[in-house]
């Protein structure tokens, strides 16, 4: 029953190449019919022949020569469909490949980021390669082999029951053979086949997990440990994969045996007929052409059901992550912020990422347009989380917020985030070169806007020093630059995007205080007329804040400015006071 499911699912999956697919259907069934001519002309030549010898006559070209042309004219259209079935089968199923590559792509960017946290993105990626895979062998083989042996197999059986019912009970108890091993063999490898495909995705994760921090594996001597890890998981792989390798090489040696001997016994009963004069030497050839045909479609269609039972679960963990919906989507109704004034009010915000504990606790606070607005607090506060929730990463579990009146999830989530420009604690870049990092703000926008941009944000002097200038490749998440290099190219990016409403989240960290105080003083043009929202641990880059919001377990303990907070002598004076004199405490200790 899965199997089916899975099979019309993937089927199902033809989209808007469906007409072709009835096409190439058509032409299987086509080719299914006229290779039964094939054996029934065989025979009839062969009696024709055998009356020619019985006459002691030469033979006849009258008599046989029609029958060679109409072989030759069945044997031509054979080949016609054969080729057209080859070639757009082909074409069709890397056609629908690349398409669900890409169907599956987009939707896994648009999947919550709890989705992201939870799942690797090795795994997300052996998911998609070795599903997709598994989809293009189905339709290549559906349409080029398994269709038409699926249609022989339902033709040729009553038609060799037709010819001879007595030959052809070996036909059927040969299917039966078949269909009950097959199935006695999938249900006992099916859990060890998703066993096996477990350890495949454990693999996956964990050789994009290492090769993804491979500084951290030589710096800590981790080498061995690492591949051992590896190893382990290979063993584990292979201790599940050997039995349904074995379960399988049984099938193979029981169906060679089973086809053997319905050869045999065809031959025999065949033979015993002939001398009983109820079947002639033609229709006996016919016969074995016809099992010998039946035959090679059920071999076909057991390593059909072999590959599928492999591939089993790769086709449902790929359905299985096509079925997770995106939590986060537009409303019917969302409606298109152009260019937001930038109120911003949280109302009673609440949010936890595992409904256990709360990263985020009756948050409530309005930032006036222009205003900027610092949170600060310790590691873990939820400074970033609740921020977060402003260009709706996740949805607060409840409360409110809204910007310029309207609640973000009234909001279409494209016109939203075009809305909000991040700067985020990490920063994120792509395995491309510098300028197509920036164009990320701006896609319009031009060389020397990107210059400008680079200039900002104290970027452009060591772009240029770059061998290849703004063209350099920055590698996997801007490897080969330095962190405050890193920082800033992530600063001019955001710049680029010029968005109404900004959110720098420890922006300035990496950075030299003789960087940060000049990038401090070109983000206070940049900031000027937006709504900004600012995170920082170095308090001293808070200063000119509107309004500081102190946090603590997701809640907002103090709110003023910088002078009031310090005055009130509360929790954002023992910061300072900790962030101001530990270093000379330390020097002196
Ligand atoms: N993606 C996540 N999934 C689950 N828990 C998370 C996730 N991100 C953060 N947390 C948890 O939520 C809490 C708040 O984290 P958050 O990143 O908002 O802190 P923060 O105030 O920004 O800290 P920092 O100053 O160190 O950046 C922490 O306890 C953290 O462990
Ligand atoms: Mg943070």
Not at 26 to 52: C, H, Q, S, Y
Not at 236 to 259: G, K, Y
Request: aromatic content about 8%; overall charge neutral; glycine content about 6%.
């Amino acid at each position: 029953m899965k199997f089916i499911k899975l099979y019309t699912r993937a089927l199902s999956l033809l989209g808007s190449d469906k007409k072709q697919g009835w096409y190439l259907a058509i032409a299987n069934v086509a080719l299914a019919m006229a290779l039964f001519a094939e054996p029934v002309l065989f025979g009839r030549v062969i009696d024709t022949l055998g009356k020619v010898a019985s006459n002691e006559s030469l033979p006849v070209w009258s008599e046989v020569w029609p029958l060679l042309a109409i072989w030759t004219g069945f044997g031509l259209f054979t080949i016609f469909c054969s080729t057209l079935i080859s070639l757009y089968a082909d074409r069709l199923s890397h056609h629908r490949r690349h398409m669900v590559v890409s169907m599956y792509f987009e939707h896994v960017l648009q999947l919550p980021l709890a989705q992201q946290n939870t799942t690797h993105s090795g795994r997300l990626m052996k998911i998609m390669l070795q599903g997709t895979d598994a989809l293009w062998w189905l339709w290549l083989s559906f349409f080029r082999d398994h269709l038409a042996a699926i249609v022989s197999l339902l033709v040729l059986i009553p038609i060799a029951l037709y010819m001879n019912w007595r030959l052809a009970i070996v036909l059927i108890v040969l299917c039966t053979v078949f269909a009950f091993l097959t199935n006695f063999i999938i249900r006992k490898t099916q859990t060890l086949q998703k066993t096996v495909e477990i350890h495949h995705s454990d693999m996956a994760q964990q050789v994009s997990d290492t090769l993804g921090n491979i500084p951290l594996v030589q710096s800590f001597a981790r080498i061995q440990d690492e591949v051992s890890a590896l190893k382990n998981i290979s063993n584990r792989l292979l201790d599940a994969q050997l039995p349904v390798l074995s379960w399988w090489a049984l099938i193979t040696v029981l169906n060679r045996s089973a086809t053997t001997i319905s050869i045999l016994t065809i031959v025999i009963l065949g033979t015993w007929l002939f001398t009983q004069g109820l079947i002639s030497i033609g229709a006996i050839v016919t016969f074995i052409a016809f099992a010998a045909m039946i035959i090679t479609k059920l071999e076909q269609t057991v390593n059909f059901i072999h590959r599928l039972a492999m591939d089993a679960p790769r086709l449902e963990d790929f359905f299985q992550m096509m079925d997770t919906s995106p939590e986060i989507h537009d409303r019917p109704d969302a409606v298109d912020l152009k260019h937001a004034q930038g109120i911003i009010e949280f109302k009673d915000v609440c949010f936890s990422y595992d409904d256990k504990h709360s990263a985020i606790r009756n948050l409530s606070f309005t930032v006036e347009p222009g205003q900027t607005i610092a949170l600060v607090g310790s590691s873990g506060a939820g400074k970033s989380t609740a921020l977060s929730l402003l260009y709706r990463v996740f949805d607060p579990q409840s409360g409110s917020i809204t910007i310029d009146g309207i609640d973000i999830k009234d909001i279409s989530l494209n016109s939203l985030r075009h809305n909000i420009g991040v700067v985020f604690q990490e920063p994120l870049l792509f395995n491309r070169s510098i300028s197509e990092n920036l164009l990320v703000g701006n896609p319009e926008a031009t060389i020397d806007e990107l210059k400008q941009a680079a200039l900002s944000a104290q970027a452009l002097d060591f772009i240029e020093q770059q061998e290849n200038g703004f063209d350099t490749q920055i590698g996997e998440r801007g490897r080969t630059l330095s962190g405050g290099e890193r920082q800033r190219i992530s600063i001019a990016r955001v710049i680029l995007k010029n968005p109404p409403i900004l959110i720098l989240d420890e922006a300035t960290s990496a950075l030299d205080s003789a960087t940060e105080t000049k990038l401090t003083r070109a983000l206070e043009s940049v900031i000027k007329n937006r709504t900004t929202l600012v995170i920082a641990h170095r308090l001293a880059t808070v200063r000119r804040a509107d309004r500081i919001l102190v946090m603590e377990s997701g809640q907002i303990i103090e709110t003023g400015t910088f002078d009031e907070l310090y005055q009130q002598g509360g929790r954002f004076t023992q910061l300072v006071r900790e962030q101001f004199t530990e270093l000379p405490d330390r020097i002196a200790s």
